[in-house]
Every structure is written in structure tokens, then in C-alpha cells.
């Protein structure tokens, strides 16, 4: 399901009729900002959107599947290449944001061949500079290493919460690689390159980060959630929710508890991608004896997955036979219950702990005393299943006729997403208390399935709800969470999104 990023000549191609006048007020204003910061008019627009992850945490840098839908909240970048660097050997950016408070402009001159990128700082132009280094990396790959990229001059509007759970990470530096690949001439750009650019762009910012999000904001379609496979490559494929009654709708919910992986990463984030790497590589060695752990594009260059084929390459077994294999002898396998020491690691994964050191704690600092390999490994296994599951759910032919009650079939969706959240809170301790009450709150009004979406720790909370609950749903959580804190008004108006699957990267030409 690749092809080229679409480019189109009107909203109505990108948004639905539901968010078609906000948004045409929106893009309006930026295009006449961009006249009167610049001087001229912009080129283009490239659009990248955040995204809700229905099922599948957690699992992406593992390289299992998951099942996340494109959102209308996205990041959009108005260009025009139309200046000149003034110094010789270099290129010049000119970056500003709409919100210039938050966001204050800055000029760049870039030398040819190279992009500094400080992930110590936490400056917002660096997700715009990793957009930029990933596209011109793969420019260089196909023009010579001599390539020189234009002068641009941005202006930028995101509309995805920072540090939300949806993804602005994703969709900032999807849409900005988009931008600079546009600026520099490039007619179809490849959905998949752009996709790659963008994973391996973002950890240039300091995170071990998977490659959910940024698939998703590159190729979700209208309409349909997104089947996203990493292993053996990248590859991504819609999956149309079938009619249910009754109808069910998605709720998100943020819970204004922040969590900045730039800063927990090394107690959060970045520790649970070396968790699950070591637990693979103490797999690989206890059951695939004599052979070593392949190398693969899990961010540390192996993963759970990793092990998973290598020990069960010849099985015949369907594949959620052989993750319930995996689940079983995790258990036994990695019996620790208290977690390992770093010397524990070392030797269950026949190693030395200054191996153990360089592979996977290197990259990223990371703290930790002890490492919970097998509720790592067992969250992981069980949620690579539930992901399974809940597309089995949604692509059951027999279910598409149904004009009779789908009650039963709408709560196991639901469960799926409860046994989700429950994972995450016990196994993966990426919840959070305001979360946990979050989906306490909303199931007990009404919600078949309630859970954190996103890294966790925080964020955003996704909820499957009966459309003719909705209501009862969204009243219960300002009443019982959303009241009971000091929110903004803008805060309190955004604090809950009915959600619709929207499409992904686009790109808008205006010249
Ligand atoms: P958030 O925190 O929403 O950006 C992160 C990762 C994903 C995935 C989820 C957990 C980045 C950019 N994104 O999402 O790849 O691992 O956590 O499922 O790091
Ligand atoms: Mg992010």
C-alpha cells in the first residue's frame, strides 16, 4: 500500500466536511502570515497529522504489529524557497511558528553536508532540523553527496498537543521532512521513504522512538484504522471498522499530566526499549543456544521479535499459537519476578555487563537498578496477540450485514482494550494514577474499552464508546476528572476529542 505522498489543490481532499471550515480559517490565516512575515507568498503546504493508537503499545520497537488511525489534529508547513544564503558554502533557514511565544523564529545558515543537531536542548526548531537531515540524507543518496539544498523560508502551525499522546513528535517531523524534499524539487515522494526518513529522523532528537507514528501520519487513510507491520520491512495496509449497532465511536481524552520523554526517557521510554532488547538477547541465549541474536531495525538493532523468528523459524504453528508459546516460556524462561540486576542480564544473556553496556545502554542514558525482563517480554507477547485479535475482530466477514444488536461483538473490542490497559498499568508500568481513574470513569459510563494511548506515563487516553453513550461519557469525565483541576478554558475545550480516522502526509501546491 505505498505510492507517492498525494498532492492536492483543495482542503476538501484532505479533511471532512466536519472540520472543513475550521481548518480552511486555519490554513487562511497562515498563508496571509506567511505574506506578511516573508514578503511573498508561500510555494506549498505539506500536512502531517498526529494520530491515536487503537491497540498495540508499546510493541512497535519491538517490531510487532499495531493498529493506530491518522487524526485531523496535525502539524502543517507553509514554504517558499524563494531566497538566497548571502554566505558562501551554505544554505539559509528562516523558521518561524505561528505561535511565536512558545515558538520563537530563528535563522540558520547551514554549511553544505551537515546538520547539527544539539538533543541536550530542548529548542523546537530540532524536530524541524531532524526532518531536514533524514530528507537530505536520502536526497544525497540519490543526487551525489554533493547535493545542495535550497534556502526556505517556514512558517509552521501545530494543532497536536505537545507532549499529548498524539504523536506531534511524529507529525512535525514527518511534515517538515515532506517539506524539505518538496522545497529541493522532489516531484512523488515515496510514502515509505518519507515513513523511514521520518523514524530515523526523530531519534535524532534523543529517543529510541519505534515506528508507529510516524507510519501512521504518513499513510493513514480516511475512514480506516492502520494494519502497521515492521518486520521483515516496513508496510502498512487500512483496515475499514464494519458497521456495528450499536455505532461506536472513538473518545480521546487527555489527562494534562505531561510526561516529556526528552526528559524521563532514562527512567521511562528509552529504558523500556533497552528492557525489551535485553530480554530478547536473555531469550536468544537461554533457548536458541549456539545461534546468535539477528540483527534487525529495532532501534538498539535487535528485538523481541528478533528472537521470536530466530527461535521459531521452523514452526508451523499460526502465529498466535506461537505467541502463546512465547507467553508460556517467558514465564519459565525468564522467572525473575523481581527484575534483573545488571550483572543478572549480563550472565542470563551469556555476556559480559560491558557488552551488555555498549549495546544497549550506550545510545541513550539510561537508570536502572533492576531489570524486569519477564513482564517487559510478557507484556509484549500478550499485547502482539491482542493486536492480532482485534483485527480478526474487525475483519470478520460475517460480521458486515449486521443490522441486529452487535453488543457482544462491540465489548470484545472493548475487552481487548481493558486487558490492553491492564497490561500497560501492571506488566509495563507505563500508566499513571490520573489515567488509570480516566478509564475507570468513562467504562463505568459507558465505554466498552478505555485505555492510554501513546507512550503513557501521561498523555492521552482512548475510549471505545456506543455513539448513543457519548455524551453520557464526555459528561462523566468533566464532572469527575476534568472539573476537579484548574484547566484553561482552551485547556477544558480540548480536553476531549470525538475522533474520526483521517488521512495522512499531503502536500498542497499553490504555484
Ligand atoms: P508517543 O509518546 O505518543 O510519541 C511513543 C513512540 C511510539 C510507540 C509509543 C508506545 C515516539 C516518537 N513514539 O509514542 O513509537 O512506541 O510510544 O506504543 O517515540
Ligand atoms: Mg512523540
Given amino acids: 500500500m505505498s505510492g507517492p505522498v ?31 512575515i516573508y514578503g511573498g507568498p508561500a510555494q506549498f503546504v505539506s500536512r502531517s497529522p498526529g494520530r491515536v493508537n487503537i491497540i498495540g503499545e508499546h510493541i512497535d520497537y519491538s517490531l510487532y504489529s499495531v493498529l493506530p488511525m491518522g487524526i485531523t489534529p496535525d502539524v502543517i508547513i507553509a514554504v517558499s524557497t524563494n531566497l538566497e544564503s548571502s554566505k558562501e558554502g551554505t544554505y539559509k533557514l528562516k523558521l518561524a511558528n505561528v505561535d511565536e511565544e512558545r515558538f520563537p523564529t530563528r535563522e540558520l545558515d547551514i554549511a553544505y553536508g551537515e546538520v547539527n543537531i544539539d538533543a541536550t536542548q530542548h529548542e523546537w526548531t530540532n524536530y524541524f532540523k531532524a526532518g531536514l537531515r533524514g530528507a537530505l540524507q536520502l536526497l544525497e543518496r540519490k543526487y551525489g553527496a554533493g547535493f545542495k539544498p535550497k534556502s526556505m523560508q517556514v512558517l509552521l502551525d501545530g494543532t497536536v498537543p505537545a507532549g499529548g499522546g498524539l504523536s506531534s513528535s511524529a507529525a512535525f517531523v514527518s511534515a517538515g521532512a515532506l517539506s524539505v524534499m518538496i522545497a529541493n524539487g522532489e516531484k512523488d515522494v515515496d510514502k515509505k521513504d518519507l515513513t523511514e526518513v521520518a523514524i530515523v529522523s526523530e ?12 507510519s501512521a501520519s504518513v499513510f493513514s487513510e480516511r475512514g480506516s484504522a492502520l494494519f502497521v507491520s515492521f518486520a521483515p520491512t516496513l508496510s502498512a495496509r487500512p483496515v475499514f ?11 480521546v481524552a487527555q489527562s494534562f499530566v505531561t510526561s516529556n520523554k526528552q526528559v524521563t526517557g532514562p527512567i521511562h521510554y528509552n529504558l523500556r526499549v533497552v528492557e525489551c532488547s535485553m530480554a530478547a538477547a536473555a531469550l536468544n541465549a537461554k533457548l536458541c543456544q549456539g545461534t546468535e541474536l539477528p ?12 528472537f521470536h523468528t530466530n527461535y521459531l523459524k521452523d514452526s508451523k504453528k499460526s502465529m498466535p499459537e506461537q505467541l502463546t508459546e512465547l507467553i508460556v516460556l517467558t514465564k519459565s524462561t525468564l522467572a525473575q519476578e523481581e527484575g534483573y540486576t545488571l550483572e543478572e542480564v549480563a550472565s542470563a544473556a551469556g555476556t559480559s555487563v560491558d557488552d551488555i553496556k555498549a549495546r544497549f545502554m550506550s545510545s541513550f542514558p539510561v537508570r536502572g537498578e533492576r531489570f524486569m ?12 496477540l491482542r493486536v492480532l485479535d482485534f483485527l480478526t475482530l474487525l475483519e470478520d466477514k460475517s460480521r458486515h450485514s449486521a443490522s441486529e444488536d452487535t453488543t457482544d461483538y462491540n465489548k470484545k473490542l472493548g475487552d481487548l ?23 475507570t470513569i468513562a467504562r463505568e459510563a459507558g465505554a466498552y474499552g478505555s485505555r492510554l494511548t501513546g507512550a503513557g506515563w501521561g498523555g492521552c487516553s482512548v475510549h471505545l464508546v456506543p455513539a448513543d453513550k457519548a455524551d453520557a461519557v464526555k459528561k462523566a469525565l468533566v464532572e469527575k476528572y476534568y472539573s476537579k483541576r484548574k484547566l484553561s478554558e482552551a485547556d477544558m475545550e480540548a480536553a476531549i476529542v470525538v475522533s474520526r480516522p483521517m488521512n495522512g502526509s499531503a502536500v498542497l501546491k499553490l504555484e
Avoid at 430 to 439: A, R, W, Y
Wanted: aromatic fraction near 6%.
Fill in 203 to 214: 531519534r535524532a532528537v534523543g529517543v529510541n522512538s519505534g515506528g508507529m507514528d510516524q
Fill in 417 to 439: 482494550m481493558n486487558a490492553t490497559q491492564d497490561s500497560c498499568r501492571d506488566l509495563y508500568e507505563c500508566s499513571c494514577p490520573e489515567i488509570d481513574e480516566i478509564c
Fill in 241 to 251: 471498522f464494519p458497521k456495528t449497532n450499536p455505532e461506536l465511536i472513538f473518545v
Fill in 6 to 36: 498525494p498532492q492536492v489543490t483543495a482542503l476538501g481532499d484532505i479533511y471532512t466536511e466536519h472540520s472543513l471550515l475550521e481548518q480552511g480559517a486555519r490554513w487562511n490565516k497562515l498563508l496571509e502570515k506567511f505574506q506578511s
Fill in 295 to 306: 540483527k534487525d531495525s529495532g532501534p538498539l538493532g535487535v528485538s523481541l521479535h528478533g
Fill in 373 to 384: 525482563l519477564q513482564q517487559r517480554a510478557l507484556h509484549v507477547f500478550t499485547e502482539a
